[in-house]
């Protein structure tokens, strides 16, 4: 029989493990129990977090209780949550309630929401860094490549500018400024204080035809912005998010992109934010002592950009931050070939009940063994007439039976301080409110 089928699934009630047992111990995650051996399965904090988590699942497989299930254990061992929450707020409660079970700072970007902290991605970074995390945000067609250099050229100057004179840099005001009529004032306002910007500033009022068009194209997109469900957060002069504070010591932080049907400003505001936690990544590379942090990211592909998703797994990882990635599906290899090997390469990767496809592409990763089949042709009176032995291949992990996983259950490999395999049932995060 094998262990984890469909048809043999225990009648007798799941492991409900003790208090004690289904805690995290110290400095691990205590992720689930495994299925056949009812030992638990833990995960060391930080050091078996250092490459990503993938968490793949259909919707209601899990996903979610599991990504709470880490963060919970992660906080309990002091680690930097910061949780984005790509489709709905299914977090939001969750990401409080770990704040205050541990005593920590709760902080929130929820457009809309009384209380919610504003969001100023021009509040932290060198010119250039600035204009490269709004204008990458931005998609150009090939056709576009010249506006996309001046854009870039422009927002810099005006960057350093504002800086130069100590004056707030926000989007609001980088839109009021990229007007051909103002920038002669702007410039002469900072002769004395950036010199050489001034000029250059002056200089590009003077350009027109495809100059102005970029200008025009710039405006529009950070106008977009302003107008659209995250404007208030970006117009915000209360409290502001600071995301290299948030991933600096301990404390959870929540940001809601409630992409339900992924406007185009929610897609904008994800694709600044991607670039602002890429960059907030970075910084971190600079200061290496920093405490651990961990990033969630549920369901990022309501954010429908794959290669920005793919960078910013990688300069997380080089950052010390901890990723988890949920999905419902891996990507086609077709259009985001890089993404889809950098999920299924994860440290951790935790399948939930999946389609088809991803079972096989997961049991593939998880990999063969070698065994022996024994087959018994039977005689017409039922004795064994013959039998045969020979060597096969054999998934480790059948694909079936992680399309056949019940809620909550999970098959698991982790590569990181050895290879390990196991089917798990996840427990529930310790803070859940009773079902
Ligand atoms: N490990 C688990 N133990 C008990 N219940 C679970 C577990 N995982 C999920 N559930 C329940 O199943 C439902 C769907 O889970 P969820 O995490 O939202 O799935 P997904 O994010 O994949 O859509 C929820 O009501 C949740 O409480
Ligand atoms: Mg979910």
Redesign the pocket.
């Known amino acids: 029989m094998p262990p984890f089928g469909r048809a043999p699934r225990t009648p007798e009630p799941p492991p409900s493990p003790s208090p004690d047992a289904s805690a995290h111990p110290a400095g691990h995650i205590r992720l689930?129990v495994e299925s056949v051996t009812r030992k638990p399965f833990d995960i060391a904090v930080p050091e078996g977090m250092a490459q990503h988590v993938t968490l793949l699942?259909?919707?209601?497989?899990?996903?979610?209780?599991?990504?709470?299930?880490l963060a919970e254990g992660a906080v309990a061992s002091g680690v930097a949550l910061l949780v984005v929450d790509a489709k709905g707020a299914?977090l939001r409660a969750a990401a409080r309630r770990l704040a205050a079970a541990s005593g920590l700072d709760y902080r929130e970007v929820v457009p809309g929401a009384p209380g919610t902290l504003g969001y100023n991605p021009c509040a932290v970074g060198s010119r250039a860094q600035v204009a490269d995390k709004l204008v990458s945000a931005f998609t150009h067609g090939p056709a576009g490549q010249v506006y996309r250099v001046i854009a870039m050229e422009t927002i810099s100057i005006l960057v350093g500018i504002l800086q130069g004179l100590g004056e707030p840099v926000t989007i609001r005001r980088l839109r009021r400024e990229l007007d051909r009529t103002r920038m002669p004032g702007l410039a002469h306002r900072a002769r004395d204080v950036t010199p050489e910007l001034a000029d250059d500033l002056a200089d590009l009022a003077k350009r027109g035809g495809v100059t102005a068009d970029a200008f025009e194209g710039m405006r529009s997109r950070l106008g977009a912005l302003l107008h659209g469900e995250y404007g208030a957060v970006f117009d915000g002069d209360g409290p502001q998010l600071d995301l290299p504070a948030a991933l600096a010591s301990p404390g959870v932080t929540y940001i809601s992109l409630p992409a339900l049907a992924v406007s185009q400003d929610t897609a904008l505001m994800a694709r600044v934010l991607i670039q602002d936690l890429k960059q907030a990544a970075f910084e971190r590379l600079r200061q290496p002592d920093t405490a651990p942090a961990m990033l969630v990211l549920?369901?990022f592909a309501a954010l429908d950009d794959p290669a920005q998703i793919n960078d910013l797994l990688r300069q997380a990882r080089e950052a010390r931050v901890s990723t988890v990635v949920?999905t419902?599906q891996l990507p086609d290899p077709r259009t985001a070939h890089a993404l889809r090997s950098a999920l299924l390469g994860a440290g951790v990767v935790i399948a939930?009940r999946v389609g088809p496809d991803d079972a096989e592409a997961v049991a593939r990763v998880i990999g063969t063994q070698r065994g022996v089949q024994v087959t018994r042709t039977m005689g017409n009176d039922g004795e064994a007439a013959r039998r045969s032995v020979r060597t096969v291949d054999r998934y480790t992990v059948d694909p079936n039976v992680m399309k056949q996983l019940a809620?909550?259950?999970a098959v698991v490999l982790s590569i990181v301080g050895g290879r390990r395999v196991a089917t798990l049932?996840?427990?529930?995060p310790l803070s859940?409110d009773p079902?």
């Open positions: 689930g699942g259909l919707t209601g497989s899990g996903k979610t209780t599991t990504a709470e299930r299914s549920d369901e949920s419902q939930h809620t909550g259950e049932r996840v427990l529930p859940a079902a």
